[in-house]
Structures are given as C-alpha cells and as structure tokens.
C-alpha cells in the first residue's frame, strides 16, 4: 500500500500511472504491504476465473513470494505503478518500497517489475483508454 499521497494520472510510460503528490526525499518509505487492504488470491482461483477477471489479475497482481500459491491484489493506487529500467523507487527489499532519489510533487512513482515477478517479465497492451474520446 502507498504510504504517502499520491494520485493516479495518464502516464506518458503507459495508460494510467501513480504520481506522488508531494516532494520525496530519498530514503522516504514510498510502499509498505498492508494485509487488511492487499488481498491474497489464490493462483488456482486466477487460473479458473472468467477470461475478463484473468486479465485483470494477471495485469494487477504480483506473485506473494512468502507463499506462491497466492498472488497479492493492492486495493490502491501502487497497483497502476510502471515499470522503469531505471526506476525511482527501489523495492528490492520486499517489505518496503523506497525513493532511490529526492523526487518533487507530481512525478510519476515508478518501479522495476523483476522485484515483483518470478521468470520473464511480459509486458501487456494498454488497458485504460486515457486520453480518447468515447464515441455513443
């Protein structure tokens, strides 16, 4: 869960992202995983799901790497966070997510997805229609 404000804006990485709404310093705890509001799933129940709802975790959830046969849902916004090869925060401890750098408001908050993935990172076709103009 994002432990500091932070609002969700179209991103020019992909889709959606989340921005910080204040300055950060570096080493300020950005993440911390709050097992109220970040749900468990189990992977079976991924694996069975409606196509839709498939998609859904699949682009959302990262592999819980206490126990793998669940994956973790956060009901926030670091669920929309991008990816960067030279991200500004560092989650490589997995018990928190910290700002590499000092980071101004309004930045996008990004990490690099192998601290949340097991094998080959697969990047997937945008979901948010941010920016288009819906036709009735």
Known sequence: MMTVRCYLAPSPIEGLG??????????????RPEPTLDVRIPVSFVETAAPHVREFLERYSYPDFADPSMVVLESDEGRFMNHADEPNLDFT???????????????????????????????????????LVAVA
């Open 18 to 31: 989340v921005f910080c709404h204040d300055d950060l310093k570096a080493g300020d705890v950005v993440w």
């Open 93 to 131: 401890d997995q018990a928190m997510g910290v700002a590499r750098w000092d980071i101004p408001a309004g930045t996008e908050l990004t990490c690099h997805y192998s601290t949340f993935t097991i094998g080959v990172i697969e990047m997937q076709p945008p979901r948010h229609k941010v920016g």
